[in-house]
């Protein structure tokens, strides 16, 4: 892991190592959970070009992908705060009800975007701010009171909602609630305390914080997995983890690819009843997943020497080299991709790639899609 985070930080396909093994690392992370999701159609779904309707493991896939970029794109520590977990969770809305919990949630990118709100509500330049913070409240109450019945609440009708009105607009006699309890349990177990049992987790990982890094990390993997805090986002425990990796300096180059290891180790060691055995499963899968790292750095090098050599004898405002960082850093791409990330059209995007030669990987005469192995 030492060894791989050393050469990530000086290698000159860092980007396109760390975009490559956002795409492996989301589809293992479906596959742990038996759904097959192949990288080609998370590329292209995350590039708006689906050739197909997505399906919901490809929405999964591309859930997990952007956790990743997100939690990369912000400090080592904000993925175990408050305000990481509470984004990672979606729920950002939500703060502590006491001042303590609101210092800590004012920190980071929450703490600008809270402080340029209120900088917007001193201001009284003009009545648009107005009309943009009451068309965002109305939006907050929306997510509000969608959040309170999926978790099971009775609410009460809103009035534009509701067929008792008369033909004054005003609102007849009804019912004050409306009973929503058969929606909660077909999304979750309302006895699933998810607060409780992330907090029971975070107990554990501030428990290892004075052993070694790995072997905490390990701990806190086998913890989230016996503990099982979220229910529908269990994915994100192996980000978590990757992210105190990151916290705790051990690989800082990049985000570990947790789930691309653990696919490699059978299940019955992950899954099995000793933790011993489930911990030592999961150090082989830290081991395995840092060896695969250093062969795929070793391909991306090998594989940008070589396209670099028809380079010779090109002109200096030749696209050619900005396509081959292009296919470095994506695992696939297409004609279409090619021609908004280079913007060129669509046929001078697929002339670059037959004097590239990089493999045709769809085989198919439409919508193909090139990348190497």
Known sequence: MARLDERVAKSPVRDGFFERQNFADAAAALWLEGELVHVEDLVLHDAHMDIRTPTHELTRAHAVLRSRRRIYAQKPDWALSRPGLLALRGREGQRGRNGADAGRAGSGPDAAVAAAGADESDSENTGQEDALAEELAEIDAV????????????????????????????????????????????????????????????????????????????IAWEAWETIEPLQHQHWLGPLLVAGLLRQRGKVGSHLFCLNAGLRVVPRDRRRAQEKTTRLLAVLDAFAEAASAGLKELDRLVMAKSQMERRLRDRRKNSSLPALIELVLARPVVSAGLIAAELKISQRAALGLVAELGIREVTGRGRYRAWGFV
Do not use: C, H, M, Y
Not at 182 to 203: M, V
């Open 143 to 218: 997510l509000a009171r969608s959040s309170r019945l999926l978790a099971g609440e009775n609410l009460a009708p809103r009035a534009a909602d509701s067929p008792n009105v008369d033909s004054a607009g005003q609102r007849a006699k009804a019912p004050e609630t409306a009973s929503f309890d058969g929606l909660g349990p077909l999304i979750r177990d309302l006895d699933w305390d998810e607060d409780q049992r992330l907090a029971d987790w975070l107990a554990v990982v501030d428990e290892v914080k004075d052993i070694p890094a790995v072997l905490a990390a390990a």
